[in-house]
């Protein structure tokens, strides 16, 4: 079957591009030309992975990215956003709203396509039950891979999937060190660049959802989890 691509910007010409460039890739593509029915289309589709441009009318590309990932049923979605603007900041702000990577334009289509096809690649969970060492049974956050949530004394919590993939990791070995450039690796994968405060910001969102007392900070080193 194929995997289905959502492009969202509001240049018909940018989206008539890469629709042609998709379609010959052996992608189904689906169009929206703003945010508002990127979203709309997205709740009905599910599409495997959004194109989203940032500079757009009514609501910009930042906004409809964390819109998206507090969809329960979008939230592990893959969206990689699209963007003539390249400043750190820029690219910072697009993945503190949850997105799974960030494309500068202009790009030529074959390398846009080829970095496609890598980001969807590395979407499977990094970490499954079969790295997890024996946990405690009566651990109070428990991770469910098949339906891909958290458990927190009893209650399920929904994560964007960046979050999820960093908690398992964490997870994985209870009380271990991951120093940052492993994380970096493991959970956003080796080609994509970020930098500390995208995995701090990770972390602080991690914290809120599941309690403060669990991920401890290893100064100047990373972050380990314990019960």
Request: with cysteine; glycine share 6%.
């Amino acid at each position: 079957m194929k995997q289905t691509i959502l492009i969202i910007d509001d240049e018909m010409d940018i989206r008539k591009m890469l629709r042609y460039n998709l379609e010959n890739s052996d992608y189904s593509v689906l169009e929206a030309e703003n945010g508002i029915e990127g979203i709309e289309i997205a709740q009905r589709s599910k599409p495997d992975l959004i194109l989203l441009d940032v500079m757009m009318p009514g609501i910009d590309g930042i906004e409809v990215c964390e819109r998206i990932k507090n969809i329960p049923e979008l939230s592990n979605v893959v969206v990689c956003i699209l963007s003539a603007r390249g400043e750190d900041y820029s690219q910072l702000a697009g993945f503190e709203a949850g997105a799974d990577d960030y494309i500068t334009k202009p790009i030529k289509p074959k390398l846009l396509v080829s970095k496609i096809n890598a980001i969807l690649r590395r979407t499977s969970p990094k970490t499954d039950e079969s790295e997890f060492e024996s946990l405690p049974q009566d651990a109070n956050i428990q991770i469910d891979f098949d339906q891909y949530l958290v458990i927190k004394d009893g209650k399920e919590i929904v994560l964007p999937r960046k979050e999820f993939e960093l908690l398992a990791l964490l997870m994985s070995k209870q009380g271990r060190v991951f120093k940052r450039t492993e994380i970096m690796n493991r959970v956003w994968g080796t080609d994509v660049i970020v930098g500390d405060r995208t995995i701090d910001v990770h972390i602080r969102k991690l914290r809120k959802k599941i309690g403060d007392d669990h991920i401890q900070t290893i100064k100047g080193v990373g972050y380990k989890f314990i019960y």
